[in-house]
């Protein structure tokens, strides 16, 4: 397997850090937590989008287009990202986004939606749940396509097998720097949502033999339906490489953390980012990494995690998602 067979754009000029957070650690009382920092990531204000968009961005500049179309909620992470992207590359970017909550798109909301604004988004269109999404992307497309020009659409979450070599090298950063520091560990947490970043993490673990169970926290869908969809992403990913896929049993989704809905604050979300930001000035965000940490907390306090072990969070950033949910943050 060569990922370098694969165009690639860099966005990020080195390995984020991977460090111990021991004042986390001492308070959770647990297991020894270690951070992947892919909060850091190269493009405005960083996060785990900038790994897929390396290779989505590489294709669509290989076919020639001039224009990133993609699709996400209000406070969209992704979206923002793949703006960022495309000003890099000196492309136009169009946003379809999806009110999964009734009402939640405020055209003067905070956030990543201010940030839409400021980075030059070429236009937007509001959908609600349940609308036909891809359709929409398709329409925005023919319509490009009319004006002579050429759009290239990029699924929600940048989740599909070229987005999630991303994370197969990322799984690659890991393993060289785990050797490196001489730090093994007993398990992986990350945020799980449109799957791109957990089942690329799946795919690239195995393919350098690094065997730490990888466990996602779910921030929207049960269970069931989060694990069948992440090992179907990931036998796409591993075909595209031509290597093994991961099985069934390998794939773990905990629903425990979700809370009421995607995106509904919990109070274990805003203990998780009020912790690690008075312990290790680290900024959460309420929709992913606040809700994967609350797991991670959650299941050292159950005795999952315990004393002795050492456990990875990768930290997917989507700090600017704060700045639209300082009502709940600020009681913390
Ligand atoms: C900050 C953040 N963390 C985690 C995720 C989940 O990653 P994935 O969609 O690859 O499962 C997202 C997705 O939007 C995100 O924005």
Request: proline share 5%.
């Amino acid at each position: 397997m060569q990922l370098a067979r694969f165009p690639r754009r860099r966005y990020t000029p080195s390995f984020t850090p991977m460090e111990p957070a021991p004042n986390l650690s001492a308070v959770v009382g647990g297991p020894e937590i270690w951070i992947k920092r892919d909060d850091l990531l190269g493009l405005a204000a960083g996060g785990n989008k900038t790994r897929k968009l390396e290779f989505l961005v590489a294709d669509a500049l290989a076919q020639g287009c001039d224009t990133l179309i993609t699709v996400g909620a209000p406070q969209s992470n992704h979206c923002r990202l793949t703006l960022a992207a495309a000003n890099k590359e000196g492309l136009k970017c169009r946003l379809v986004l999806e009110q999964r909550v009734p009402g939640s798109y405020k055209v003067d909301a905070s956030g990543n939606n201010f940030l839409y604004k400021l980075l030059g988004v070429e236009a937007i269109t509001v959908k609600n749940a349940g609308d036909d999404l891809n359709a929409e992307m398709q329409k925005i497309s023919g319509e490009l396509e009319a004006q002579g020009r050429k759009g290239y659409i990029i699924p929600g979450g940048g989740s599909n097998a070229l987005g999630a070599l991303g994370y197969v090298a990322c799984a690659h950063e890991i393993a060289a720097q785990s050797f490196d520091l001489g730090v093994s560990f007993d398990a992986i947490v990350v945020a799980s949502g449109s799957c791109g970043t957990h089942s690329g993490l799946l795919v690239g673990a195995k393919s350098v033999h690094f065997d730490a169970p990888i466990i996602g926290i779910n921030v929207r869908r049960p269970r069931a339906e989060q694990e069948a969809n992440l090992l179907k992403l990931a036998v796409e990913t591993a075909t595209l490489l031509d290597i093994e896929a991961p099985k069934a049993r390998d794939v773990t989704a905990l629903d425990e953390w979700v809370g009421p809905g995607y995106s509904i604050p919990t109070d274990e979300m805003v203990e998780a980012v009020r912790m690690t930001a008075r312990t290790e000035s680290v900024l959460l965000d309420p929709v992913y990494s606040g809700k994967a940490m609350a797991g991670l907390i959650g299941l050292s306090r159950q005795g999952h995690f315990k004393r002795g072990q050492r456990v990875l969070f990768v930290h997917t950033g989507g700090s600017p998602a704060l700045y639209a949910y300082q009502d709940v943050l600020r009681q913390a």
